[in-house]
């Protein structure tokens, strides 16, 4: 992306002073900071707005929208965003919208893994991790990962929506900017690592749901279709 809009024949250098530039990607917030400023220098204003909601949430117009920028550009840019998504805010300046994006993966990373973890434990005790999942879908324990991620685990459904190849590179991002801001991120750099080893096993294009093979393997669990 920096390479794009700022290198050479990038966006950049193509602009003209009163342009609004919207990049939508996941990258460093650090990155985000040094480009809203460089836009300004051509006259220009920018907004990072990464999104959330995945394939689903892009083909209905219903993905959640988060930006990073000043307030004038978002409100230019709002019907833009409303013809992509529902859930649209504007958390604060350049870069507040990756730090956003970072922490949804941070939650979603985690999540999976503990879906994961939970129906793996259930199965190696014995139980069902069908009803399982079901009697947990009744209570707090209850998310949306927990209720489409879990299908798919239970399902063996894994053609990508959000592959774990791209998860993993958003965790990159993520410890890159935890450590540059001193945050402690511990569990965060074990899902990390754990999603590393599903690359290793050729997991790269599959859905971030898969994760749960890794765990069948760690636990010795035969799969359906190990």
Do not use: W
């Amino acid at each position: 992306v920096e390479q794009v809009v700022a290198g050479r024949d990038g966006v950049f250098d193509g602009v003209r002073p009163g342009m609004l530039v919207i990049d939508m990607s996941t990258i460093s917030p650090l990155a985000v900071r040094k480009l809203a400023h460089e836009a300004e220098a051509h006259g220009c204003d920018f907004l990072d707005a990464p999104v959330s909601g995945g394939d689903i949430g892009a083909r209905n117009a219903m993905l959640s929208i988060m930006v990073g920028g000043k307030e004038a550009a978002f409100n230019r840019a709002m019907p833009i965003f409303q013809a992509m998504g529902k859930t649209i805010l504007l958390i604060g300046d350049s870069g507040a919208g990756q730090i956003t994006k970072a922490a949804n993966q941070i939650l979603t990373s985690i999540h999976i893994e503990a879906v994961a973890e939970a129906l793996v434990f259930a199965a190696k005790a014995g139980v069902d991790p069908v009803k399982v999942r079901q009697a947990l879908m009744g209570g707090a324990a209850y998310s949306r990962i927990l209720e489409f991620h879990g299908q798919r685990m239970i399902e063996r459904n894994f053609k990508p929506g959000f592959r774990m190849r791209l998860h993993r590179k958003d965790l990159d991002i993520t410890m890159e900017a935890g450590r540059a801001y001193g945050a402690a991120l511990p569990v965060t750099a074990q899902v990390r690592e754990l999603m590393t080893e599903t690359l290793n096993d050729g997991q790269g294009d599959m859905d971030n749901s898969s994760f749960v093979l890794l765990l069948e393997k760690l636990s010795n669990l035969q799969g359906k279709d190990s």
